[in-house]
């Protein structure tokens, strides 16, 4: 019971990270696998791997939460032509995930095995940083001021830019945001552009994780629905407030904050671990 209650706490943790980090474009992977080197959940290895990628599942259901009306081609307050215009947006947001669905699929364990480390998550941070203060130091006007005036083309451009949020520290809003700007989307449509594109892929993120597990495991115990779905919900409500921050803030500002926040902590990040392996070391 004592090491449930103290999984339940760091699940809060967890929750509160995932739900913050996810939309900022400053990696919610990469924070997560740095929170996991310091708040442990008690459960083994394979459960704690999946739990850190569907505790993410709370963090989409925000979205949908804040977006239902917009994504929802069947509401019956929407005339025709905007219940289409929704079915165009999606077929967009489809088109956005091919890349991402198809690399993930093919490449996800080589990927999860290779790069999930501190050293390619401070090189990751410290590297978009610097790429988010040179883009937002071009200070073109944008071309693309509404997801309507997105082609597919674009969409399957985005897309690809989401695959390269596959490696731990680079940021899947991050790098979706990044690369709607660099073709000319507003800093807004980038956002909600980059929050529809997490639907499906971390909804099929989190599917593949769970059949994976269950197909080598079996099912969960009862303390570990009770740590997940702690997770999930603090995520979720952490999200709320997160992504309406998110697009209150670009209004008014851009995004190189995030990008002197992310080079910082990729710095601190490189000075903890070095110091740490030279007294293992020493």
């Not at 990628?53 to 081609?73: C, D, M, R």
């Not at 025709?80 to 999606?90: A, E, I």
């Not at 680079?170 to 700007?181: E, P």
């Amino acid at each position: 019971m004592q090491l449930l209650f103290l999984d339940i706490l760091n699940a809060i943790v967890f929750g509160v990270v995932q739900g913050i980090t996810e939309w900022l474009p400053i990696s919610s992977t990469g924070h997560m696998i740095l929170l996991d080197q310091f708040l442990a959940l008690t459960s083994d290895r394979a459960f704690r791997d999946l739990f850190l990628v569907v505790i993410q599942f709370g963090s989409i259901l925000a979205v949908v939460t804040l977006y239902f009306h917009k994504l929802n081609p069947f509401s019956p307050k929407k005339t025709p032509s905007q219940k289409r215009g929704t079915w165009t947006m999606w077929f967009k947001v489809l088109a956005g995930c091919v890349p991402a669905a198809v690399i993930g699929l093919l490449f996800d364990d080589l990927i999860m095995s290779k790069t999930y480390n501190w050293y390619v998550v401070a090189a990751m941070l410290i590297i978009y940083g610097i790429l988010f203060i040179i883009i937002e130091n071009r200070n073109k006007a944008p071309k693309i001021k509404t997801i309507d005036e997105m082609s597919y083309k674009m969409a399957a451009l985005i897309g690809i830019f989401q695959v390269l949020a596959m490696i731990p520290g680079t940021s899947r809003s991050g790098a979706t945001i990044l690369g709607a700007v660099l073709i000319g989307a507003s800093r807004n449509v980038a956002a909600e552009f980059s929050f529809f594109l997490a639907v499906p892929v971390m909804l099929g993120a989190s599917a593949l994780e769970i059949l994976k597990y269950f197909m080598e495991y079996g099912m969960f115990s009862g303390g570990q629905w009770i740590t997940l779905l702690t997770g999930m919900v603090t995520a979720y409500i952490v999200s709320i407030f997160a992504i309406k921050f998110l697009m209150d803030y670009i209004r008014k500002h851009d995004f190189k904050v995030f990008g002197y926040y992310r080079i910082i902590l990729g710095v601190i990040v490189i000075l903890y671990f070095a110091l740490s392996h030279a007294q293992i070391v020493g």
